[in-house]
């Protein structure tokens, strides 16, 4: 259990901070090196809301981005 945190400010690292162990048995620290596993779950739901959206006629699915704009 861990976390790796770098801070940047206008392209400069100003921090790169990182704290707990890479094992169960609290033998190995995280560090600036440790990779960690992400899973990402927040497209799904961008995706699940745009397609309730879709569904009570609110946007269309082939409009631009740029144009969306909820009806009512």
Request: hydrophobic share 40%.
């Given at each position: 259990m861990g976390v790796q945190?770098?801070?940047y400010l206008d392209?400069?690292?100003l921090t790169d901070s990182s704290a707990g162990h890479m094992d169960e048995s609290?033998?190995?620290l995280i560090d600036g090196s440790t990779l960690?596993?992400?899973?990402s779950v927040s497209?799904?739901?961008?995706a699940r809301a745009l397609h309730i959206q879709a569904e009570r006629v609110r946007i269309e699915y082939d409009q631009p981005a740029a144009r969306?704009?909820?009806r009512s």
């Amino acid at each position: 259990m861990g976390v790796q945190v770098p801070v940047y400010l206008d392209g400069e690292l100003l921090t790169d901070s990182s704290a707990g162990h890479m094992d169960e048995s609290k033998r190995q620290l995280i560090d600036g090196s440790t990779l960690f596993t992400f899973f990402s779950v927040s497209r799904a739901i961008a995706a699940r809301a745009l397609h309730i959206q879709a569904e009570r006629v609110r946007i269309e699915y082939d409009q631009p981005a740029a144009r969306a704009r909820l009806r009512s």
